[in-house]
């Protein structure tokens, strides 16, 4: 792996570093997001669903759907419903397909291959923190929203400082590497993921952006000692 990855910024990825870099993880993801989360990441997918309120027959556009939780999640809750699941590494959808058939599309969040008004819901776990232009990534998903429809988006967020904030550090930036390096033989991977966390956008300052671009009621829920944040939004 490039050691180039670890410690950039979203702005400063490249996106071939970026895919190479979930590629070579994408056999151990799912197992990863289990053990960095304790599990808990379950049970947020399962909120980011509710928090889109979907109709019964509603469409969905899973972005970042890396290998369909989220999207296997929706039809879950909702069988009935028509559900996109894109991704732009092809590696980590081959994965997802060994789990079950979903409706896997290539996909770039910064040009989204539908048209305008096109979903229901726009829902992602995990993608904002990847992209290198969010905001481009925002009006995006707001083009492809139906009027009235719901963004809602599960990712990292910037911890507030606290009394837990030594022990959160040491998570994040000694056992996350650690156990990644083991089960999967790409520390640099799990080291580049911690860094993410912390330069991207505190929940406060994604609401903005998400204000900034259109969205209305926009909100957010902050979890796992606030280093985890769910916001939700309408167009």
């Given at each position: 792996?490039?050691?180039?990855?670890?410690?950039?910024?979203?702005?400063?990825?490249?996106?071939?570093?970026?895919?190479?870099?979930?590629?070579?993880?994408?056999?151990?993801?799912?197992?990863?997001?289990?053990?960095?989360?304790?599990?808990?990441?379950?049970?947020?997918?399962?909120?980011?669903?509710?928090?889109?309120?979907?109709?019964?027959?509603?469409?969905?556009?899973?972005?970042?759907?890396?290998?369909?939780?989220?999207?296997?999640?929706?039809?879950?809750?909702?069988?009935?419903?028509?559900?996109?699941?894109a991704d732009f590494t092809l590696?980590?959808?081959?994965?997802?397909?060994?789990?079950?058939?979903?409706?896997?599309?290539?996909?770039?969040?910064?040009?989204?291959?539908?048209?305008?008004?096109?979903?229901?819901?726009?829902?992602?776990?995990?993608?904002?923190?990847?992209?290198?232009?969010?905001?481009?990534?925002?009006?995006?998903?707001?083009?492809?929203?139906?009027?009235?429809?719901?963004?809602?988006?599960?990712?990292?967020?910037?911890?507030?400082?606290?009394?837990?904030?030594?022990?959160?550090?040491?998570?994040?930036?000694?056992?996350?590497?650690?156990?990644?390096?083991?089960?999967?033989?790409?520390?640099?991977?799990?080291?580049?993921?911690?860094?993410?966390?912390?330069?991207?956008?505190?929940?406060?300052?994604?609401?903005?952006?998400?204000?900034?671009?259109?969205?209305?009621?926009?909100?957010?829920?902050r979890l796992m000692f606030g280093?985890?944040?769910?916001?939700?939004?309408?167009?």
């Amino acid at each position: 792996m490039d050691r180039r990855i670890s410690g950039l910024s979203a702005a400063e990825k490249l996106p071939s570093q970026v895919r190479g870099m979930f590629a070579r993880i994408a056999p151990r993801y799912d197992l990863m997001n289990r053990l960095m989360t304790g599990g808990m990441d379950v049970r947020w997918r399962r909120e980011v669903v509710q928090r889109a309120a979907l109709r019964p027959n509603a469409s969905v556009l899973d972005l970042g759907t890396g290998t369909g939780d989220l999207a296997r999640e929706t039809l879950t809750q909702f069988p009935q419903a028509r559900v996109a699941a894109a991704d732009f590494t092809l590696e980590m959808m081959r994965v997802g397909r060994k789990n079950g058939a979903l409706n896997f599309s290539a996909a770039d969040a910064l040009s989204l291959p539908f048209q305008d008004n096109s979903f229901d819901a726009v829902i992602s776990g995990f993608l904002m923190r990847n992209v290198t232009d969010a905001q481009k990534a925002l009006q995006e998903q707001r083009r492809v929203i139906k009027p009235g429809g719901r963004i809602v988006v599960l990712d990292t967020t910037r911890p507030k400082k606290n009394i837990l904030s030594p022990f959160i550090k040491f998570h994040m930036h000694v056992i996350i590497p650690f156990v990644g390096g083991i089960l999967s033989g790409m520390r640099d991977a799990y080291e580049y993921l911690p860094d993410t966390t912390e330069n991207f956008f505190t929940a406060e300052e994604l609401s903005v952006r998400m204000t900034a671009v259109g969205f209305r009621r926009v909100q957010f829920k902050r979890l796992m000692f606030g280093t985890i944040a769910i916001h939700w939004g309408e167009k």
